[in-house]
């Protein structure tokens, strides 16, 4: 095959595919938009990768975040099923897992028997995403080629899955934001109602927050709901 073909994509080809990546985990709230673009632009970033998928650690269990097709979706559930693979690996014991040539023999002999008899693949490499000090998932690529992925595409995965680090950074401190957000927005409402009842019933701060929590209890209705309802019958009146 002619190394033009398969050669990574220039400097300024890269930069311009991990700008838009950068772009986009910056400007989105919707995470699944955002890792499915990144497996999407695992292919053309990573020599001899013909299909990704992420795979992420959550409290009941691993799920795949995103699959860049069906085949990188299957490959996972064979991990998840059989307990073994690069990704499971990678993300419980070291931070890269390569096998470069499943018909070659393999680490992982039950999952290279069903890959080889219903996918493409031929060879496999998981990388460990790291949130801080807590491993947090790994990022899958395969090949349909035995030996397509090489030591310059492990190179190239290592880089990638260094930027999916840093997406899923972004998407925990957006949530850990939005939440603080919603609970300041919460706190101000209360603040609110309270003040407002301590108007008009001439009574101290803690009666007031008193009455809002009797009628959150006695309506099973949270706080920042009564609160809110209690500011916005007064904006109305």
């Known amino acids: 095959m002619n190394d033009e073909l398969v050669r990574f994509p220039a400097d300024a080809a890269t930069a311009g595919v991990f700008e838009s990546l950068a772009t986009l985990v910056y400007a989105s709230d ?10 999407d632009a695992a292919p053309r970033l990573v020599d001899g990768c013909d299909h990704a998928s992420l795979m992420l650690r959550e409290r009941h269990g691993f799920v795949t975040a995103a699959a860049s097709d069906e085949v990188g979706e299957l490959v996972d559930t064979y991990e998840r099923e059989l307990g073994q693979g690069p990704c499971l690996d990678a993300i419980s014991d070291a931070s890269v897992y390569h096998d470069t040539d499943l ?11 069903l890959v080889l008899a219903t996918t493409p693949v031929r060879g496999m490499a998981g990388f460990r995403l ?19 992925l090489d030591d310059r595409s492990v190179d190239q995965g290592i880089v990638l899955a260094s930027f999916v680090s840093v997406a899923l950074v972004a998407a925990r401190e957006r949530q850990a934001a939005t939440t603080l ?40 209705i949270k706080l920042a709901e009564v609160a809110r309802q209690v500011v916005e019958h007064h904006n109305q009146a």
């Open 30 to 39: 919707d995470f699944d938009t955002v890792y499915r673009a990144i497996v």
């Open 103 to 113: 018909t070659d023999g393999s680490p992982w002999p039950e999952l290279a028997e």
């Open 130 to 148: 790291m949130v801080g000090e807590e491993t947090t998932g790994a990022l899958n690529l395969f090949a349909d080629r035995p030996g397509a």
């Open 181 to 220: 957000r919603g609970g300041l927005a919460s706190n101000r409402e209360i603040g609110k109602a309270v003040g407002l009842l301590m108007a008009f019933h001439k009574i101290p701060d803690d009666e007031a927050f008193g009455m809002l929590r009797s009628a959150s209890q006695d309506m099973n």
